[in-house]
């Protein structure tokens, strides 16, 4: 089918159009960023059925890395299977990295264990959370902890309010609870809209491990 080709003039239009738009876009933006003047840490919660909260948890670690900062990561479920990021992270002296999960709670079967890793798992997160050399600390599956009671949602929220200043806390896991929402910053519920596993593929080295 024959497709309409504009003017030149019509182009310098559009164009001018468009820088206006980017124009009052800009000025938009800039008045916000103007505005968001305080400087504090903050609490993100990466919660939601869909894959991707850990990994945006340690491209966030990553991050934090390129500013010189130290982190501290307790993982609380994971700890059965080797992964990329553990293996990554320990390299640098900056991260103190801890491994604390016994497996996935459909392989353990066994609630007391369960519960005595995390509650070990919530010590070390707790040394971190007063730590004000830490500037930012990863709670990897923390929600998934706080779900089956393993750990104190009342401990969990008063330890972040009380932590220092200006460390910034990442909490990741399925069924973030309302409180532990409330009280965050910033957070993202990430979906599923497909996923590998459903069509018959393993977990993938890089991807998922």
């Known amino acids: 089918m024959p497709t309409y080709a504009g003017t030149p003039a019509d182009d310098d239009v559009a164009a001018q159009r468009h820088r206006e738009r980017m124009r009052r876009r800009k000025a938009a933006v800039d008045t916000r960023i103007a505005a968001a ?3 504090r840490g903050v609490l993100l919660v990466l919660t939601g059925n869909g894959k991707g909260k850990s990994s945006s948890a340690f491209g966030m670690v990553a991050r934090a890395l390129g ?60 040394t971190m959370l007063r730590d004000p050399t830490l500037a930012l600390v990863v709670l990897d599956e923390l929600n998934i902890a706080l779900r089956y009671r393993y750990v104190a949602l009342d401990s969990v929220l008063d330890t972040l309010r009380t932590r220092p200043p200006l460390q910034h806390v990442v909490v990741t896991g399925r069924g973030a609870p309302a409180e532990l ?29």
Do not use: N
């Open 37 to 39: 003047c305080e400087r």
């Open 67 to 126: 500013h010189d900062m130290r982190v501290g990561v307790v993982q609380f479920i994971k700890g059965k299977d080797a992964t990329g990021e553990s293996a990554f992270f320990r390299r640098f002296p900056q991260v103190s990295y801890h491994v604390m999960g016994e497996g996935f709670t459909w392989e353990t079967q066994d609630r007391e264990r369960d519960t005595r890793a995390a509650g070990a798992a919530w010590e070390v997160a707790t």
């Open 181 to 209: 929402i409330e009280l965050a910053d910033t957070v993202t519920d990430m979906r599923a809209q497909k996923h590998a596993f459903d069509a018959g593929i393993g977990a993938q080295p890089g991807i998922e491990l």
